[in-house]
């Protein structure tokens, strides 16, 4: 409904011709205001305000659409649970709290998806190959369903974006922000790569170091999951961090207290 309503006020004529009228005028404005109504003229050209009435209406159409595959996508995604079933003495590694709430049914322990499950076993458990398993089960929540959506949404994207004028999504996507240009986007990241790259290999020499003290190959391809367990073991051997040991530190009903609290005073 908002995203419906937010469609409609920028297609509204009445209301733009209001602001065009004033803007026409050619008062001196700075600062917010200048800004302020620089943005706002701005949006009703994005959003298609000089657009011939059938353009609008398809305008229309493709916002309406695109607002209701993304909700899809991310009900799919936050509703979609993978688990695997494993054998008791494949929680080694993970902190006692963890293995008590997974109690043995029939041999057998569930770990699932869900974040309180994922991340600590993929940061601690010593079976590295279920945790590849839970891994590619977390990434690929959504599943089949997931990329025929999204094939649907890039799509409509780059529809709009040729209905509104531009080259693609993402010369459209950017205009507002800092960057403006796609061109500007890929520059600074080619400009981050080429800075990151020495010290990037150097600490990824140290996660494959760590991983050949633990039994390990210095030919092995790390998976992702791997970033985790071997980055916790490095900041304890090299710090004596426990990262285990200091949740005791932050007892669940004291850190919910204490976001409350600053939330309120904000």
């Known amino acids: 409904k908002a995203d419906k309503f937010n469609t409609a006020l920028y297609l509204d004529a009445g209301v733009a011709s209001v602001i065009k009228a004033y803007a026409a005028k050619g008062e001196k404005l700075e600062g917010e205001r200048a800004r302020l109504l620089a943005d706002t003229l701005r949006d009703f050209r994005r959003n298609g305000l000089d657009l011939a009435p059938d353009q609008q209406h398809r305008l229309r159409q493709y916002n309406a659409e695109l607002t209701d595959l993304g909700q899809k996508f991310s009900v799919n ?13 494949q929680l080694a590694g ?14 057998k322990v569930i770990v699932t998806t869900d974040y ?44 709009k974006a040729k209905l509104l004028g531009y080259a693609t999504w993402a010369d ?7 960057a403006k240009t796609p ?5 600074f990241l080619n400009e981050v790569k080429a800075a990151v790259k020495a010290p990037a290999a150097l600490e990824f020499a140290e ?7 633990l039994g390990g190959k210095a030919t092995d391809k790390l998976t992702p999951p791997e970033r985790y367990y071997l980055e916790d073991r490095v900041r304890e051997r090299k710090y004596k961090f426990n990262s285990q040991e200091l949740s005791a530190y932050f007892e669940v009903g004291a850190v919910v207290k204490g976001l409350l609290d600053i939330t309120r005073t904000m």
């Open 183 to 187: 061109g500007t986007v890929r520059a």
């Open 77 to 89: 995604i936050g509703a979609s649970t993978g688990k695997l079933e494993l054998k008791p003495s």
């Open 172 to 178: 459209y996507a950017i205009e507002p922000r800092m």
């Open 207 to 213: 996660l494959i170091k760590e991983h050949v003290a």
């Open 116 to 159: 309180p499950d994922y991340f600590p076993f993929v940061t601690y458990a010593k079976d590295r190959r279920a945790a590849l398993d839970l891994y590619v089960l977390f990434t690929n929540r959504g599943g089949d369903e997931n990329v025929k959506l999204l094939d649907r949404l890039l799509f409509l994207r780059h529809e």
């Open 94 to 107: 993970l902190p006692h709290e963890y293995i008590q709430n997974h109690p043995v049914t029939d041999g």
